[in-house]
């Protein structure tokens, strides 16, 4: 068993700086690709649907999603940041996606390497430390710097720092957890139970946590952003 | 220039040899951070075509469908509104007319009340004129009727008169004629007496 990421090739743009095609890599386009086809076919059908008429089939699911999640989005956050409401979405959308991805053989979930989970978390820093700034300046810098007192300042820095660290972390531990998991068990069972065994396991690290990764890591990007642009 | 690895297709090292290249799972250098950033751009690519080509054409379907049934809802108070006060407008002519029903009914009552009380006055008057002119029609009756007894007496006086004067009047014979006189004087009086009555 081996849990490092595979290199299929690799783009040498200086000596340092190399660019490597690896598992991740190959997991995320097919996850963009899905995501793409799927906004594609959307654009494609939603010019012949009409507001007008009662939604059925797939534009009643793409308005079931699109409207679920802007009641719940609108319910957890402040309203001066109800612009970032697709951005979020896509997050979402996203990592659901790169998340359950594991269960189809052979494909590694893009979230089971941290070289995939802190750029989503690094995204999610500099949209925090965005929204702060944009919408109250003065407070959210003070509530950094001079709160309680300024010799806190270093914590509270560290504490912003952190976060990244920390979201990009759970993500893919948990992932990479359920991974690991699942390949001890089709390492150890028997051939014959290799088709059996490993469903309710894929079910609940693939499906189930998968799900519930992507909710935690979205729920608590969008939360940190709200506080920050609007306490 | 592109490599790629051998387990896959083949990947040659420095001096030509086949190798297998794997990357650590967490290996905090620059080359791990540098390979964060196609990642990066990847998912910044795949959220600004899902928000171009899924999500803000759903939202707008949705948000049409929004602007128009609250369109519908403030058409709908409007109409609400005007057909309340088209009601109250019709009430309130009701109402104006039920008060002209009820004026002309009083004056209609009263009006109805003057004219019976003019017509019982009327009919008063004409019965008293008709009762007075009653009365001076037996009492002219009555003087009539005086007059005719008078005569029928002087009549009957004279008649006993001539009969005492031609006969030969004994006491009998006088008590005879006296009341052959006095039952027409009573007959006589009958008369008179039954037409003053009536």
């Excluded at chain 1, 109250?136 to 270093?154: C, D, H, M, S």
């Excluded at chain 2, 990066?40 to 054409?57: Q, R």
């Excluded at chain 2, 128009?68 to 709908?76: F, H, L, T, Y």
Aim: net charge negative; proline share 5%.
């Amino acid at each position: 068993m081996d849990f490092n990421i595979n290199v299929f090739g690799s783009f040498r743009v200086t000596d340092t700086i190399e660019f490597l095609i690896t598992d991740t890599t190959i997991s995320i386009w097919i996850v963009m690709g899905l995501l793409l086809f799927l906004a594609l076919i959307v654009r494609i059908k939603s010019r012949n649907w009409d507001p007008m008429v009662k939604p059925t089939g797939f534009q009643n699911v793409m308005e079931i999603c699109i409207d679920g999640w802007e009641k719940f989005y609108k319910s957890n956050t402040s309203d001066v940041v109800a612009y970032l409401s697709p951005w979020f979405f896509s997050l979402l959308v996203f990592l659901l996606i790169s998340n359950m991805i594991g269960i189809v053989p052979g494909v590694r979930p893009p979230t089971a390497d941290w070289g995939m989970t802190f750029p989503l978390a690094l995204l999610s820093f500099f949209l925090i430390q965005f929204a702060g700034v944009r919408h109250r300046p003065k407070a959210y810098l003070k509530g950094i710097f001079l709160e309680p007192v300024f010799v806190f300042a270093p914590l509270n820095v560290i504490g912003e720092l952190a976060r990244p660290i920390s979201l990009s972390f759970r993500l893919f531990g948990n992932i990479l957890g359920g991974m690991i998991l699942l390949s001890l068990l089709y390492g150890i069972a028997p051939f014959i139970t290799r088709l059996v065994l490993p469903v309710p396991l894929h079910i609940y690290f693939d499906l189930a946590a998968g799900a519930l990764q992507a909710v935690i890591f979205t729920m608590l990007s969008l939360t940190f952003v709200s506080i920050a642009a609007d306490s | 220039m592109v490599q790629l690895n051998p387990q896959f297709l083949f990947f040659l090292s420095a001096e030509g040899d086949v190798v297998y290249r794997y990357r650590p799972l967490l290996d905090m250098d620059l080359p791990m951070f540098v390979n964060m950033i196609p990642p990066l751009l990847s998912f910044i690519l795949t959220a600004a075509f899902l928000t171009w080509l899924l999500y803000k054409p759903v939202k707008k379907i949705l948000q049409a469908r929004a602007d128009r049934v609250e369109g519908d809802i403030n058409d709908a108070a409007l109409s609400k509104a005007s057909a309340a006060e088209l009601k109250a407008m019709y009430e309130q002519k009701v109402r104006e007319i039920e008060t002209e029903r009820a004026e002309i009914l009083d004056e209609a009552r009263k009006a109805a009340s003057e004219r019976r009380a003019k017509m019982l006055d009327e009919a008063k008057a004409e019965a008293q004129d008709v009762k007075e002119r009653a009365a001076r029609d037996v009492a002219n009756e009555l003087e009539q009727i005086k007059g005719t007894v008078h005569q029928a007496i002087v009549d009957i006086s004279t008649d006993m008169a001539a009969k005492l004067i031609s006969a030969s009047v004994d006491a009998k014979a006088h008590e005879k004629l006296f009341d052959e006189a006095m039952a027409e004087l009573e007959a006589t009086t009958a008369i008179y007496t039954e037409a003053v009555t009536a």
